[in-house]
């Protein structure tokens, strides 16, 4: 048989099987849809029993046996962030934070402090944000004691060189270049200097001329006043040995300095109909925030104001990304969010839309909160978002890192020691007249801040109509 024979026998050998599977699947196939089985009922999380203490310094500390790998977690929360940062600081917490990771210490190199952690398992991770500073290490669990002293050594006695800074403004001055050329940042530069224009939280960016003007004496200054025991927190978590634990950190932190109590300036955000325009000549897409100040965590409508977003906007299934993404195709991924600091949230619906339909795709959101204003959602819809909540809590708290999240979001807003183990029912607990009652009462549209990015020239008269109050 030539080549060709064999080849035109497998064709018709291929398609003789694919009809034959076709024809099976056609005669198995249902005459009508199947709908998937009912979920069972929710889990409720449990915290494995926390082990706390306090040194005479002041310093917290919460351990929590978590897992059967033998890693364990070890994290520093230092209540210093950008709340603490004046008027001409602006990125200085984050100088400080990169110093601390990447500067050394007053008794080993910053590369002996990476052999270090690496030796272990593990490296050093630091973090900082709008109120703490998160300073940590995974590892291996027979190295737990090691790794505490590491970051003891690294909190308690940064080197701070001067060659350092130099690369590092180098560096920022390259991020702030590259977040100055996209929208996103540019929208939320605007956005937040909106709803707190006196108040740190709203400087999202520095100058360039105030990052050059920054010394080795500002990095410490900072660092001296806002670093110490009384602003920290120690959180441990994986398998460990708790009584060397806490050997390990009475031995290695005690000595630490108690330093400052933690900064309180509380902000007071605008609420407000305030409409800004960032121009960006060519510009293909437009990027919309549009939000609002609302309550923070640990206000009873915290909570059901979750809910809410969650069903308005902050899932894949929510309304407005199921009108302006799935419907209509305006945006590929829009959002909303409830995002918090210390005693103070906002919530805000973010999108990048097509140049074409910035217009229509404001109306389409402020039509999907109206409408959720008018009418309580259906119980149906209610149920699968709180399974969703649900599920997506539980797998936020299904790793080290994840539990200390929830343990330092916990305490930072002062949420007590049952907000863990009580959310999931208190999600569950809220009803569909509920949603409706937070959408009236925190997301009253003519007191919306609106921030677009995007070509003027082709945007201006579709966005006319948002500039003022009464959509």
Known sequence: MTKKNLLESFCIAVLALTWSLSGVAQTAAPSHKQSPPEGGPPKTFHLPAKQTFTLPNGLNVTMVPYGRLPKVTIAVFVRAGSLNEGPDETWMSDFVGRMIKEGGTTTQSAEAVA??????????????????????????????????????????????PEPDLQRMKQDAERRLAIAKSQSQPLAREQFMKALYPDHPYGRVFPTEEMISKYSIADVKKFYTSNFGAARSHIYVAGKFDPAAMKKAITESFSGWAKGPDPAINIPKPVSKREFSLVDRPNATQSTVYVGLPTVYPGEPDYIPLSVTNTLLGGSFASRITSNIREQKGYTYSPFSQLSSRYHDAFWAEIADVTTAVTGPSLKEIFYEINRL???????????????????????????????????AFADLNNLGDDYLETYVKKVYAVTPEQVQQMAQKHLSTDKMTIVIVGDKSKIADQIAPYEHSGD
């Open 115 to 160: 052999q270090q952690a690496a030796s272990m398992g593990g490296s050093l991770d630091v973090n900082a944000g709008a109120d703490q500073t998160q300073v940590a290490l995974d590892v291996l669990s027979d190295f737990g004691p090691r790794a505490v002293a590491l970051l003891a050594d690294v909190l308690e006695h940064p080197l701070f």
């Open 373 to 407: 204003q008018k009418e309580a959602p259906s119980e149906a819809e209610l149920k699968g978002i709180q399974d969703y909540i649900a599920g997506l809590f539980i797998l936020q708290n299904s790793s080290r890192q994840g539990i200390i999240a929830q343990l």
